[in-house]
């Protein structure tokens, strides 16, 4: 089937008078049939009984490892958000000093320890 | 064809021996219902790694809920409900996932693997569907993957979907209109 006449029976098959399941035949003629791998039952099985786990440990994993970095992202920035903010208070600015820890204070202590005066 | 044949009272047995322990029972409900699985979860999801993920989550929420099954829907129905709460929610979870973490979006992680080898112009009509149902709105996608795909009525759709009739026939129009704009871009 051309692309033209494809894209048009699509769009036919949602109108009003357009008979369903003529349509999805049609469709499923051009694309073929939609399935999924060989054995797709026998992994269903397999993972009923308890015993299929490894067979989607890999997508199990990038499941796994993608919420635990949105969490650990989240957590970080919240971490980072609620420190500049500490550091904004308590310093009354942002200033570059302010991130490195060093403050605007003159520290006699300090002086008097280098200097002995 | 799509395969409409009413197995309902197949089913029955099917359904008592599957609670009744016999696994074989279970493995017949999933090869009778897999095709028809497959066409709502890889519609609605495109050809990604995740769509048989979901396809077998399916199939595993039905065997426990089984006992749940009243009858009074088909069995077909009640596993079709199950394959669209389970797609919509994955749908949900990747659009949380890949809006804020990835500019690329997810198409990078599909596989087209069409059952059916077929021709190279068959691939090309399977990519051509899969590409515009992925590019429309996921509350829309559904309703055109049961229409385009399963060959479902308005009614049936709706029963499905749990929506009244006139909600199903607004966004099958809506829908059109989607769909028309998607497939002029491609």
Redesign the interface.
Known sequence: ?K?SD??KL??D????DAD??????R??E????????TG??E???K???GGGEAV?RE?DFV?SM?TV??RI?LTGIAAIVLLLVSMALSEGSLSFNTFLGLGESYDESMVYMLTGN | MIDRTDNSADDSSLIRASLAGDTRAFGEIVRRYQKMVARTVRGMLGDSVFAEDVGQEVFIKLYHSLNEFRGEAKLSTYIQRIAVNLTLNEIKRRKRFFSTFSQKGNNEMYEYEIADEGTQEKREAAELVNKALQAMDPRFRVIVTMRLLQGYSTKETAEILGLPVGTVLSRLSRAQEQLKGILEKL
């Open positions: 089937m692309t494809l894209k699509m769009l098959s949602l109108g009003n369903p399941q003529t349509a999805s035949s469709i499923e051009a694309c073929g049939d939609y399935d999924f791998r797709f039952d992994r269903v099985m993972r009923l009984e989607l997508f499941r993608n970095f949105y992202a």
